[in-house]
């Protein structure tokens, strides 16, 4: 059974930095797509950032683009996200995901194979 297990979220001040944390457990392919999605209250799940392991290729939302950095610790199956000046606007459930396959570019949530349970980031004004 893969789990999906995220850490890192909490309060932070606008303008503040944040990371977070994605472990992947008992996952054996040798290519496969894991990244964060985020759900703000009343809107959709959207794609933030996704890191093929691997692999080549990240790819970020237009909204993350220069502000959040996706990463992977390869060994140690877990890839973060560092999200730099953060606003109000980022405030969400963030959710790790893996996609079984190599992403080309920034997927659906639909396309996601494998889900966490989510981390809440609030920013505060």
């Known amino acids: 059974q893969v789990q999906v297990v995220e850490s890192g979220g909490g309060s932070v001040q606008a303008g503040g930095s944040v990371r977070l944390s994605c472990a992947v457990s008992t996952w054996t392919r040798r290519i496969y797509c894991m990244g964060w999605f985020r759900q703000a209250s009343g809107k959709e799940r959207e794609g933030v950032a996704v890191?093929?392991?691997?692999?080549?290729?990240?790819y970020y939302a237009d909204s993350a683009k220069g502000r959040f950095t996706i990463s992977l610790d390869n060994a140690n199956k877990t890839a973060y996200l560092q999200l730099h000046r953060v606003s109000p606007e980022d405030t969400a459930m963030y959710y790790c995901a893996v996609l079984d396959g190599y992403c080309a570019s920034l997927p659906g949530y639909r396309s996601m194979d494998y889900w966490g349970k989510g981390t809440l980031v609030t920013i505060s004004s």
């Open positions: 890191i093929n392991v691997g692999a080549e290729g990240t």
